[in-house]
Structures are given as C-alpha cells and as structure tokens.
C-alpha cells in the first residue's frame, strides 16, 4: 500500500499530500544560472562541471553534521545576504539546547578568523533559545564591510562541550582572531571523535561588493526539485526476503514527479527543474540536488519547491527528539536497503551470484552491521543511512535558508516531516 499522510486504508497513489511550508531566516547568496531541465545530464562528469558539485567541500564548509540531536540556527542582518563596502554587519544564533557556540568567518580570499567568542563576547556558552547577537548591542565594536570582496562564508557550531582547540584563550584576544588551516583540521579531528548527537552546525554565505560596483537586482525566482520512485533497485530481493508478502515497487510514482515537474514549470514559470525518476533517484543525488544545486541558484527570496513520491517508513528514534512516538520517519530513495535486503544479497555473495558492481556495496553495508554490534541496531543503522530521515532532511533544509520552501511528500509516515521541530521555524 501507497498513500498519502491523513488517509486511512487508502490504496489510492495520489490520495494526499503533505505540505510543508516554512520561511526560513538566514540563507546562502549566490548567482542563479540556467539550469533549466530534467535530470543531471548525459554524464557523470557533464552532471559535476554543470551543477559545480565535483569538488569535495573544504575548509569550514568540510565541517558537516549530518545525525544532530538539535539544531543552531545563524542569521544575518541583510535578508539578500548581499553587502556593499561600508556597511554594517551582525549575525544572530539562537540554538535549541544549552551549548558552547564557535563562529568561524571564512573571508573572500580564503583568510579564516573565530570571531565568537571574542574579547568582548569570551563567554560562548549560550542558553537554549536565547538569541546571541555578534558583535552585540552594546559593543563599540561594530562590523564594517571591507576588502577583499566576493562570497565569504559564516560557520557556526555547537556542541554541549567545549571544542578543545577552539576554546584556546589566543583565540579570543581580539574580534577577529587568525585561525589557520592547521587549527581547523584540529576542529574536524576533535568533533570526528565524538558522538553525532552532541554537536550540531550551520552556515550562511553572503556576497560582498566595492561601493561603486554595479550589482544588477534581479526579482524572485522558483526553483524545483522533483523526486519520484516507482522500480526501487531491491525489489525483487525484499519480495524473497518477505517471501512475497511485501514487494517494494510502486505503479506510478514516476510518473507522479514528472507530470508535477511538468506542471509546475509551466503554470508555476519556475526558472529551473531538476527531476530525478527511478534509478535516477539515489540517496547520493538527492542530496546533492537539495543542498548543492538548489542552494548554488536560488537567492534569498526565491521560492524552492522540494516533491517525493515513493515509500516512507520509521526507525526507533536515536536522539530523544521524539517524545510522543519515539520514531523517525525516513524517505525511502532508489537504492535504499534495510537488513533483510542485506541477508539476501550477502547470500548470493556468498553462492558467488552477486554482480561484480553490488560486491563493494554489500560488504560496506555488513561491515556497518557488525559495528552496530546487533542485528538489531545493524537494521536501524542500515536504514538511516541508506534512507533519508526527518532529522537529516531538515537539516538539508538549513541549506536553503532565506528562501520560501515547500515540501510536498507523498509517502507513509510524511506526517513526521511536517514538524517545527526539524528546524525549520522562526526563532523563538
């Protein structure tokens, strides 16, 4: 069975939809391009170049949390997230538990400086949505923009204990403190070390212009990415693993992104599509849409519409961020693959059947198993990393910040994506 959030017993595939729509404040500022079309493109290496998602993040944009317990959330005082030289800027964090918050400003030419704390903020630790201004109110200092100019990143993290190498007192001396490459690799190794659920981030990335430069305005735009899974790469394999009690493939989903792809681009006039369809669908390339492509075209302003269609499921709850039901809810991409799925496949690896391309994957997820330490704990681990959960998509959403979002999810269990708590409402 298939059906849409608040329909019992429906068998209808287009019974419901879930609409999620949220302002989020804080945001990414980039320059939009012309991306309109469907899918990634004829290559691997055509669907990189274009989308600029062939380099792996370095630096502060390296340092990424995917498996937070809360969320921080930053802001800045321009909603473009644009500044012209002269003008004044502060950013605003307000995190949902008691933390120790660090800002790192990574500036257009590369330089990165810890600006919270400071000499005049040294104290970090902030209390559960309470809203920290930086520099504050009552500073004499104050924020000018200056040279060099271009896109310059702000990196937040909190984490419920000190970061050991950015609590050294040289610093906070002074509003801007030299951080070096050397001493952020120290941060990335201190936070690999702990556990995901203490620690959380976030980032904004604003533009910077000279006085006189020419800065064409542009009106607000809409973006869309439509996901849709009918054929799920495992199928057969869940039917043998339920002796055919259950088979994973859907008979329309497909055609469900494509028809509102098609829709929206025409009525909505949305500058730009992507639409994924099956084995297009990949965990890998729908995060790739929601927090590289999306981010990299729309602007502060623009409306940003986020469509699945396939399966939801639920997983015991890992953070104790649900206390009503103690479950998360998860999408369920093309290549998703629970423990049961596992069994057959390691199988058939096993008998020597298993397609020389499936070999490495298997042997990554079994390993991920025996870490767990249970099959239990294996089968909850597998589907969180193999789905997309609530925890993790409101996260990506974070990404997107500034922009107006909707999420429209047709899947069991949507219901659970449709929370304030996935980090998505105003600050408190």
Same mark, same amino acid.
């Given at each position: 069975?298939?059906?849409?959030?608040?329909?019992?017993?429906?068998?209808?595939?287009?019974?419901? %939809?879930?609409?999620?729509?949220?302002?989020?404040?804080?945001?990414?500022?980039?320059?939009?391009?012309?991306?309109?079309?469907?899918? =990634?493109?004829?290559?691997?290496?055509?669907?990189?170049?274009?989308?600029?998602?062939?380099?792996?993040?370095?630096?502060?944009?390296?340092?990424?949390?995917?498996?937070?317990? %809360? %969320?921080?959330?930053?802001?800045?005082?321009?909603?473009?997230?644009?500044?012209?030289?002269?003008?004044?800027?502060?950013? !605003?964090?307000?995190?949902?538990?008691?933390?120790?918050?660090?800002?790192?400003?990574?500036?257009?030419?590369?330089? =990165?400086?810890?600006?919270?704390?400071?000499?005049?903020?040294?104290?970090?630790?902030?209390?559960?949505?309470?809203?920290?201004?930086?520099?504050?109110?009552?500073?004499?200092?104050?924020?000018?923009?200056? #040279?060099?100019?271009?896109?310059?990143?702000?990196?937040?993290?909190?984490?419920?204990?000190?970061?050991?190498?950015? #609590?050294?007192?040289?610093?906070?001396?002074?509003?801007?403190?030299?951080?070096?490459?050397?001493?952020?690799?120290?941060?990335?190794?201190?936070?690999?070390?702990?556990?995901?659920?203490?620690?959380?981030?976030?980032?904004?990335?604003?533009?910077?212009?000279?006085?006189?430069?020419?800065?064409?305005?542009?009106? #607000?735009?809409?973006?869309?990415?439509?996901?849709?899974? #009918?054929?799920?790469?495992?199928s057969a394999e869940s039917e043998e693993a339920t002796r055919g009690t259950w088979?994973?493939?859907?008979?329309?989903?497909?055609?469900?992104?494509?028809?509102?792809?098609?829709? =929206? !681009?025409?009525?909505?006039?949305?500058?730009?599509?992507?639409?994924?369809?099956?084995?297009?669908?990949?965990?890998?390339?729908?995060?790739?849409?929601?927090?590289?492509?999306?981010?990299?075209?729309?602007?502060?302003?623009?409306?940003?519409?986020?469509? %699945?269609?396939?399966?939801?499921?639920?997983?015991?709850?890992?953070?104790?961020?649900?206390?009503?039901?103690?479950?998360?809810?998860? =999408?369920?991409?093309?290549?998703?693959?629970?423990?049961?799925?596992?069994?057959?496949?390691?199988?058939?690896?096993?008998?020597?059947?298993?397609?020389?391309?499936?070999?490495?994957?298997?042997?990554?997820?079994?390993?991920?198993?025996?870490?767990?330490?249970?099959?239990?704990?294996?089968?909850?681990?597998?589907?969180?990393?193999?789905?997309?959960?609530?925890?993790?998509?409101?996260?990506?959403?974070?990404?997107?910040?500034?922009?107006?979002?909707?999420?429209?999810?047709?899947?069991?269990?949507?219901?659970?994506?449709?929370?304030?708590?996935?980090?998505?409402?105003?600050?408190?």
């Open positions: 069975m298939h059906h849409g959030l608040f329909v019992r017993n429906c068998h209808a595939w287009n019974a419901a %939809f879930v609409i999620w729509l949220a302002i989020c404040r804080g945001g990414l500022g980039q320059t939009p391009g012309d991306n309109d079309g469907d899918g =990634l493109g004829s290559s691997p290496d055509e669907r990189e170049a274009r989308d600029g998602l062939g380099r792996p993040p370095h630096g502060p944009e390296a340092i990424r949390q995917e498996r937070p317990s %809360f %969320f921080v959330r930053a802001d800045v005082n321009h909603e473009t997230r644009t500044y012209r030289e002269g003008d004044g800027l502060t950013i !605003r964090v307000t995190c949902e538990a008691d933390a120790f918050v660090y800002v790192v400003y990574k500036q257009a030419d590369g330089k =990165l400086y810890q600006i919270f704390p400071n000499s005049d903020q040294p104290q970090n630790r902030v209390r559960a949505r309470q809203a920290v201004q930086i520099p504050a109110d009552d500073d004499l200092f104050r924020w000018a923009i200056g #040279a060099p100019f271009g896109k310059e990143l702000i990196k937040v993290i909190a984490s419920t204990e000190p970061i050991d190498p950015l #609590a050294e007192a040289g610093l906070c001396k002074a509003f801007f403190n030299p951080l070096s490459a050397e001493e952020l690799k120290g941060v990335e190794f201190a936070l690999g070390d702990r556990d995901p659920v203490v620690w959380a981030e976030d980032q904004i990335e604003i533009v910077t212009h000279p006085r006189d430069a020419n800065v064409a305005a542009s009106g #607000a735009k809409r973006w869309g990415v439509f996901i849709g899974v #009918a054929n799920y790469e495992f088979r994973m493939n859907l008979p329309a989903c497909h055609r469900d992104a494509r028809r509102m792809a098609e829709s =929206l !681009r025409d009525v909505g006039q949305l500058s730009g599509v992507r639409t994924y369809t099956n084995e297009q669908a990949t965990r890998q390339n729908i995060e790739k849409a929601v927090i590289g492509w999306l981010p990299s075209v729309s602007l502060p302003g623009d409306t940003v519409i986020v469509y %699945f269609s396939g399966h939801g499921g639920q997983v015991a709850d890992d953070n104790n961020d649900e206390p009503a039901d103690k479950l998360d809810e998860f =999408l369920l991409p093309y290549d998703f693959m629970d423990l049961s799925i596992l069994k057959v496949l390691r199988k058939r690896a096993l008998e020597n059947r298993l397609p020389d391309g499936l070999k490495a994957r298997v042997e990554h997820a079994r390993q991920m198993v025996v870490r767990a330490g249970s099959e239990e704990k294996g089968d909850a681990e597998l589907r969180r990393k193999m789905g997309i959960t609530d925890d993790l998509f409101g996260h990506w959403l974070q990404r997107l910040a500034g922009r107006q979002v909707v999420v429209a999810i047709d899947a069991c269990h949507s219901g659970g994506f449709a929370t304030r708590e996935k980090g998505l409402g105003n600050d408190g």
